[in-house]
């Protein structure tokens, strides 16, 4: 009953521990059905099994990345109503516009092309200072006040997502290391088919390495399987 566990895929090793443990777990073997190996075996399955079904990452990057594009476009869209607004003087109120357009150079016009955390920063001082009484009047006599409100709230949208993004991240990051977790796993795995291949010519024994003799040779088989379907395709 020989294999080389390192060279089953992820899923195939979840496979085939999962079928092993089943089997011994069946009733029909109750040589192994309480050994001690067999219940280390079925903790570091279950430790697999629940890095492997999780994501790596929080899977949130997408929605963080979304929510940045809409406050940049939010951003934008202020900003270059005032730039063009301020340069037509026969408007009324264009020197309200010059105003706020000077406030937003103080804290860069480029800033939707900076990190997350610099527009960040940048973002909440513009907000604060935007949102004093005398700029709000401002705003407001300009017809703004709705477009100002909506940059606040895509930024504040933003900030809600990246702050989950890093907390479950964080969270993510507190698991054990995958690759420790499934070497833990085919050391475990290996012990146990080591004992069933030890004592396969005892009598109780018999059936149960023949029972999971079948199951090794059908994860060899995928294996060789895939690695054919491999080379045909290239």
Known sequence: ??????????????????????????????????????TDLKTMFADYDEVYTKQIYSGKGVNVAEADKERDIA???LKNFLN??????TMPNYN??????????????NLDKMSYSSQTAQMKKLIEELETSENIQKLNALLLLPSFNEMKAKHEAFELLFAEQAGANANLRQMKNASAIRRDLERILKSF???ITAMKDVQDWKLLYADLNELVKAAKNSTLNKSENNIQQS
């Open 193 to 195: 088919l080591g004992l």
């Open 96 to 109: 309200l516009a010059e105003d706020l357009f000077e406030i937003f150079k103080t804290y860069s016009l």
């Open 1 to 38: 009953m020989k294999i080389t566990l390192s060279k089953l895929s992820t899923k195939d090793l979840a496979t085939l521990s999962q079928r092993i443990i089943n089997s011994s777990e069946s009733g029909n073997f109750p040589v192994i059905s309480n050994h001690p190996l067999l």
């Open 75 to 77: 951003f934008r869209s």
């Open 84 to 89: 063009g607004y301020q340069k037509m003087a």
